[in-house]
Each structure stands twice: as C-alpha cells, then as structure tokens.
C-alpha cells in the first residue's frame, strides 16, 4: 500500500505562497496523487489530481517530478481563508479490497495576517 | 445544485444502542463509500460500494454494517456503538473508474458527528 508523508504543520502568511511537499515512496504504477483540503467540522474537499509533471487549476498547483516518490503542492498567495488541513492522497480513487485510499495524516496550514 | 447529504449532522446515541446514518447524493455516481474520522485524525475508509457491489476494508469492525439500497442511498449501521465509535462520519461518492489509467475525485458530504454516552 503507497502509504503518504508530509509535514504535520506550517505556518505562512497572506499573501504568501505554500508548498507542501507529500513523500509517497512506493506509489504504483497505476496510483494518481490527490490532494484534499479540509475544514473543521466539514468534509474533505478536493483540490487538485496528477498523476505525472505539472498540473494547474484554478485554486493551485501541483509538481510530480519523474519517479513521482513525491509530489508538491502549491497555493499561490494564501488567505486566511486557506487556513485548513491538507490531505496527500495516494491510489486510485476507486477503494477496492487492497484499501487503496489511505489518508495521510495531513498537513495543518496556519495563514497569519 | 449536486450535492452529498447525510443526516443527520449531529447524533447521540447511548452505549450499546444501534445507530444508522444516512447519506444520499444526486451526483448519480456509482460509488459511495463511508469513512470515521476521529478528533485530529486523517479519515479512515470502512467499507465502499460500487453500484449494488460492497466491499469491506480488512480491519473494519464487524459492528459497522452498510446498505444501499438504490443508487441515490447508502447507510451505516453500528450495531453496539461503544465509546469507541464516537467520531465524524463521512459519506464520499465519486464516478467509477473506466480504465487503470483514468481516476475522479470523492465528493464529501459534511459528515455526521456521532456521540455515544
């Protein structure tokens, strides 16, 4: 199972830009990354799916270099707003009897004023 | 607009006492899966379907139970709740996948927070 690594908590301010950086050492073949953020008391909201390269939306980026052991996510300038849990996810998005969709313990954002 | 639904939001049950949960969605996706989070931990998967299809995760308890009875519903029964069961509950439905290649993202509902006392 492609178990997930990111760093428990970080701090920014607004108007910053964050990267969080997941480490997924033994993510398979057929794995996607996908990353979720999450409020308190609100269920996980996606944000941004790869499976290689670069991938760009409306709200953030997201960096998988070529033997995609890791992946980075970036927020461009921060709010307040952006204050929030961020989940790495790795597997395929279909949960089957090998458990595939293993939450991280995911990395919780501070943005400052 | 499309959405996930669970109620209700907030549940107390007694220690012992069955409890269902319900969740539905008019994403009409094929799959809907329930997981517990508890306070400052990462969602944890129970059990899933795809379509009528159920699977259950290896170290799911046998006390959590599920239906679906139709595509739009999908319920979680904990037959002895225990103290152990209080948590958020969160319902998550995607599309299927059409090949190995190809994935889609989970729609969360805003969870049902479960008190057993």
């Known amino acids: 199972l492609a178990k997930t690594t990111q760093p428990i908590s970080m701090d920014s301010y607004e108007g910053q830009e964050v990267n969080i950086t997941c480490s997924h050492n033994?993510?398979?073949?057929?794995?996607?990354i996908t990353w979720y953020q999450q409020f308190p008391s609100q269920g996980p909201r996606f944000i941004i799916q790869?499976?290689?390269t670069k991938v760009t939306n409306e709200v953030a980026s997201l960096f998988i270099p070529a033997d995609r052991k890791s992946s980075t996510l970036s927020l461009p300038r921060v709010s307040l707003s952006d204050t929030a849990v961020y989940y790495c996810?790795?597997?395929?998005?279909?949960?089957?009897?090998?458990?595939?969709?293993?939450f991280g313990k995911g990395t919780k954002l501070s943005v400052k004023p | 607009d499309a959405m996930v639904i669970q109620n209700p939001r907030y549940q107390v049950t007694q220690f012992g006492k069955p409890v269902t949960l319900s969740c539905s969605q008019t994403?009409?996706?094929?799959?809907m899966y329930w997981y517990q989070q508890k306070s400052s931990q990462a969602p944890k998967l129970l059990f899933h379907?795809?379509?009528?299809?159920?699977?259950n995760e290896a170290d799911t308890p046998d006390n959590f139970q599920s239906r679906r009875p139709n595509t739009s519903f999908c319920f979680l029964d904990i037959r002895s709740p225990g103290l152990g069961d209080a948590a958020m509950y969160l319902c998550?439905?995607?599309?299927?996948?059409?090949?190995?290649?190809?994935?889609?993202?989970?729609?969360f509902g805003p969870g049902t927070r479960l008190t057993v006392t």
């Open positions: 998550a439905t995607s599309r299927d996948i059409q090949t190995n290649f190809n994935s889609y993202e989970q729609y």
């Open positions: 033994n993510i398979a073949t057929n794995d996607y």
């Open positions: 790869g499976y290689k």
């Open positions: 996810l790795v597997g395929l998005n279909y949960g089957g009897s090998q458990g595939n969709l293993i």
């Open positions: 994403l009409n996706h094929n799959v």
């Open positions: 379907y795809y379509d009528k299809d159920f699977n």
